[in-house]
T-cell receptor, first 115, second 112 residues
Framework: SAVISQKPSRDICQRGTSLTIQCQVD?????MFWYRQQPGQSLTLIAT?????????ESGFVIDKFPISRPNLTFSTLTVSNMSPEDSSIYLC????????????FGQGTRLTVV | KQEVTQIPAALSVPEGENLVLNCSFT??????LQWFRQDPGKGLTSLLL?????REQTSGRLNASLDKSSGRSTLYIAASQPGDSATYLC???????????FGAGTQVVVTP
């Protein structure tokens, strides 16, 4: 099973600033997924990140607000830009290390509070 | 589009009782269904993955079943313990690329 390290584990940020979240996987994976979990809610997919190509964003999420980098097969970053209190959520990265539609593994999440 | 529903939203049981958690999905052409556990403020821990070709999957005290015709999966936790207190989420892929659609979760409290 893949082991995913996510940094930071939590942060408190001022509105209008940006935060970059890092996701490191212990094996090479084709796709990495970024999810958001708003307080009291379930997970919603933000985007899918493939190495060497632009990330694919879900409806309601845009690249200017959530730019994603995927420089290699084991690493990705998600930036939350120009933050507002509504961005306070847990952000999680996920991979399926055996290929598509196999078991999904998640990082421990980044708990973001915007004040 | 695959829709996933979990009922009830919350459940409280005394220690030792068996837990039964329900998950419904709308598209029977499902690739797989996965159950996760989430502790407060934390990430997700994978519990069980049931492939489309399987009827059930077991791991220790956990057993998950999959009935594609009725659009249901059930997670059974035998002889519950206070350490089983957490939120349990089920998820199914929305397409062949592995994007997951999650249910809202069932928050479980096991009282000593």
């Amino acid at each position: 099973s893949a082991v995913i390290s996510q940094k930071p584990s939590r942060d408190i940020c001022q509105r209008g600033t940006s935060l970059t979240i890092q996701c490191q996987v212990d094996s090479q994976v084709t796709m990495m997924f970024w999810y958001r979990q708003q307080p009291g809610q379930s997970l919603t997919l933000i985007a899918t990140a493939n190495q060497g190509s632009e990330a694919t964003y879900e409806s309601g999420f845009v690249i200017d607000k959530f730019p994603i980098s995927r420089p290699n097969l084991t690493f990705s970053t998600l930036t939350v830009s120009n933050m507002s209190p509504e961005d306070s959520s847990i952000y999680l990265c996920s991979v399926e290390d055996q290929g598509m539609n196999t078991e999904a593994f998640f990082g421990q999440g980044t708990r973001l509070t915007v004040v | 589009k695959q829709e996933v529903t979990q009922i009830p939203a919350a459940l409280s049981v005394p220690e030792g009782e068996n837990l039964v958690l329900n998950c419904s999905f709308t598209d029977s052409a499902i690739y797989n269904l996965q159950w996760f556990r989430q502790d407060p403020g934390k990430g997700l821990t994978s519990l069980l993955l049931i492939q489309s070709s399987q009827r059930e999957q077991t791991s220790g005290r956990l057993n998950a079943s999959l009935d594609k015709s009725s659009g249901r999966s059930t997670l059974y936790i035998a002889a519950s313990q206070p350490g089983d207190s957490a939120t349990y989420l089920c998820a199914a892929p929305t397409d062949s690329w592995g994007k997951l659609q999650f249910g809202a979760g069932t928050q479980v409290v096991v009282t000593p």
